[in-house]
């Protein structure tokens, strides 16, 4: 093989430098019997990163359950894609842009929504709604105030410009994230099943297309940055953040879905990480086949540029099409009038290997295999002592507040609960005129399927708090909460994809987390029937800081297993919202009173410990809960559910009652502590407002679901009574909405 530097063994001296260890430099000397160049040696260590090789995880995927009858497409293309009836699939899928978001963050969000969504419509299916779940540091720090701006600018900027609406998700603020933000974007698509395309090359001698913008020298090293921790000298590494340009995007998306269309693609493949070498590595991993490329003919946007540059670029909007044999000329010609860059850059081999050629000679020779089969690690997880401990710590002592009235106010004031309305108002939500319900309306996003009575609904759900103490049962309640969100509106959940942000996994207690959670999610999975369609994992979420005499200090984000869940409403006309409708309702809790306040957001806000058990998730009672919610607003007994999350049974009925300008009265006979009926965490449970008493519990009783009834919604304060407790809880609307409202103004400046 010919190469435009000599293969040098110091080469293993320098492995750190294109993310690779020494044992895994030795790796790849033995698999191919010499030395790589410097070329080679990059891309080795892109396809090799975590980013792209999940060589940390992936062992532990065998715990997710991944096919079903709803499952079109699986894990391992560019997006999952679900059935949802009438020929319709959805396409959907989440990521992160955790790091990029930590450095820059308007273009490391902006770039975090443009990748999620050519991920979707390389599957053919046109794009409607993108939800993004946040997670950032102290709410008043200038850093977080910094941030929160600058990544709720970028997703706006990216998804207005496009014209893909912002629908829902979630944010959290705690001090984990201060330097080290999560920014997990999901997005959704439509498409027909006739319309599914796939992320292959096809056969020998296709050609290999090149579309989209130019090639820049932006997001270099990319991958690799996302594979390693954070810390001081990490804005050293701002270059490794793309820049997006939507408007090219928005080309990029109907020439790409009308070449699929018109049935001329055998192949399709976004540039996401790793650039050019990731996307056409796997194309052809997925073919069995090898390719040869011409690094000359890549469109160029900057002078001078060599073959490590052209090959890790992550340069945006960009894609990979491969023409059906003899129809390329068609392709071209409908390529041309979106005035698109269309190279062909090279084509498919018999060889198995991906060769590259610059100035005519070979530059790099690597087996497709060796690229796309990253060694595997299963470590060795140990929990956190300092975890036990804090899980196993007495709460008997902890005293109730005497003003319940005052501690529910501060909880609705904390920006983790508080109204996220400041965000969701920078974003365009209902572009497209798909969305029926906007973003905080309900627990989950709703979306009309024109031309159809269905609906598609989404949600993003994760209690970092949950999985910090427990990962196993923080894991499956973040699948849990995803079903009862979904089902609060209407919709019977499908399936998940997941955003699995950990730290560190060479620390044995980060590896246990990772360990548990991932069986959690599978087990979860596995109950509630909504398998695993495909993902992302995002590692090394920690920061590395300095100390003043020379030591370092680490701090990891909480474990964040984020799941994205798809669900379908057979009539979005039968659907739910949370805001109360009227006065005369009655309200009734499915489920079980809670009576634990262990792991709680008021046991970290009023008392500052992150301790205690989770509480206790019996997925059957779930499953059960589920069936209660959907089975009164189909029947049409209910068009008011919103379960209970961060914050527990008051802060649910306060966000009713807000949210319908109509105030309630409830009494709840228990010998349970007081802070722990009002403000623990308990799953598997909603509140349902219905006008017909009668008949709800006949249904609920017909299905076995456990419910209480609370009282009645009416009059303009929020009213509940203990009365074994000798308790009152009373606030007028006008102080919860202004405890509610604010705290995001504020953080937003």
């Known amino acids: 093989m010919t190469q435009t530097h000599s293969p040098l063994p110091s080469l293993r001296a320098r492995a750190a430098t294109f993310g690779l260890s020494e044992s895994e430099y030795d790796l790849l000397v033995e698999k191919i019997e010499r030395h790589p160049n410097a070329l080679e040696a990059a891309i080795v260590g892109a396809m090799w990163s975590e980013h792209c090789g999940y060589k940390n995880s992936r062992p532990l995927f065998k715990a997710f359950p991944t096919e079903g009858p709803q499952v079109l497409q699986g894990p391992g293309e560019n997006a999952g894609v679900v059935d949802i009836g009438e020929g319709w699939g959805v396409a959907f899928k989440m990521e992160s842009h955790n790091h990029p978001s930590a450095v820059e963050p308007v273009q490391g969000a902006a770039t975090g929504v443009g990748g999620i969504l050519r991920d979707i419509f390389a599957m053919g299916a046109r794009p409607f709604a993108v939800l993004d779940s946040l997670r950032f540091g102290d709410p008043d720090s200038p850093r977080t105030k910094f941030l929160v701006n600058g990544v709720v600018e970028g997703i706006s900027h990216y998804g207005n410009a496009i014209g893909v609406p912002t629908v829902g998700g979630e944010v959290t603020f705690h001090p984990s994230y201060q330097e080290n ?176 050629m610059w100035k005519g000679e070979v530059v790099c020779d690597l087996p497709v295999d060796l690229l796309n089969e990253a060694p595997k690690y299963t470590r060795e997880g140990v929990e956190s002592l300092g975890i036990i401990a804090a899980r196993e710590h007495d709460l008997t002592d902890i005293p109730v507040p005497d003003d319940l009235g005052g501690v529910l106010l501060r909880l609705l004031s904390h920006p983790t609960i508080a109204s996220k309305r400041p965000i969701f108002e920078r974003y365009d939500q209902q572009v497209m005129t798909n969305t029926v319900v906007l973003p905080g309306a309900a627990d989950a996003a709703v979306m009309r399927v024109k031309g159809s009575a269905m609906g598609v609904a989404a949600t993003s759900d994760c209690n970092p708090r949950f999985v910090q103490l427990d990962p196993y049962v923080g894991a499956a309640a973040a699948v849990a909460e995803a079903a009862r969100n979904l089902a609060c509106v209407g919709a019977t959940p499908l399936a998940i994809t997941d955003n699995l942000n950990f730290g560190n996994p060479h620390r044995p207690e980060v590896y246990y987390q990772m360990q548990q959670a991932v069986q959690g999610i599978g087990d979860a999975c596995r109950a509630l029937n909504t398998p695993v369609t495909g993902g992302n994992v995002s590692l090394y979420n920690q920061y590395v800081e300095a100390n003043p005499d020379g030591t370092h200090r680490t701090v990891a984000i909480h474990p964040t297993p984020t799941i994205g869940m798809v669900g379908v409403l057979p009539d979005i006309i039968k659907r739910a919202t949370l805001g109360l409708k009227g006065e005369g309702q009655v309200l009734y809790l499915l489920g079980e009173l809670g009576d634990s306040i262990g792991a709680s957001q008021y046991l970290e806000t009023v008392h500052g410990l992150e301790a205690g058990k989770v509480p206790p998730l019996d997925l059957k009672l779930e499953q059960t809960v589920i069936d209660g919610v959907l089975g009164l607003i189909r029947a049409g007994l209910t068009d008011t559910a919103h379960d209970c999350a961060e914050g527990g049974l008051a802060v649910t009925l306060a966000e009713m009652a807000m949210a319908g300008n109509v105030g309630l009265k409830v009494q709840i006979s228990s010998d349970t502590r007081a802070d722990a009926l009002l403000f623990g965490e308990a799953h598997s449970r909603v509140v349902v407002a219905v006008s017909d008493p009668g008949a709800a519990e006949t249904l609920l009783r017909g299905l076995d679901v456990p419910f209480v009834r609370l009282g009645g919604a009416g009059g303009a304060s929020v009213t509940i009574a203990l009365p074994r407790q000798n308790v009152e809880l009373s606030v007028n609307l006008t102080e919860l909405s202004a405890a509610y409202d604010e705290p995001l103004n504020v953080v937003l400046g």
């Open 181 to 356: 933000p999560l920014v997990n974007v999901m997005a959704l698509g439509l498409l027909r099943h006739e319309d599914l395309a796939k992320g292959t090359m096809g056969e020998v001698g296709n050609q290999i297309i090149y579309v989209g913008s130019k090639t820049g020298r932006d997001g270099l090293g990319g991958a690799v940055f996302a594979s390693a921790d954070l810390s001081d000298a990490s804005q050293a590494d701002r270059p490794a953040v793309q820049v997006g340009d939507p408007f090219m995007e928005k080309l990029l998306l109907e020439a790409t879905l009308e070449a699929i269309e018109a049935g001329v693609v055998a192949g399709v493949q976004d540039m996401g990480a790793a650039g050019l070498v990731s996307s056409t590595c796997e194309m052809a991993y997925r073919a069995g086949l090898g390719i040869t490329m011409n690094l000359d003919d890549v469109p160029t946007r900057e002078t001078g540029m060599v073959p490590m540059e052209l090959c890790l670029s992550e340069s945006q909007e960009r894609m990979i099409l491969v023409p059906v044999p003899g129809r390329e000329q068609e392709l071209y010609d409908l390529l041309a009038k979106w005035e698109l860059d269309v190279v062909n850059i090279g084509q498919v081999e018999e060889h198995h290997n991906y060769r590259l």
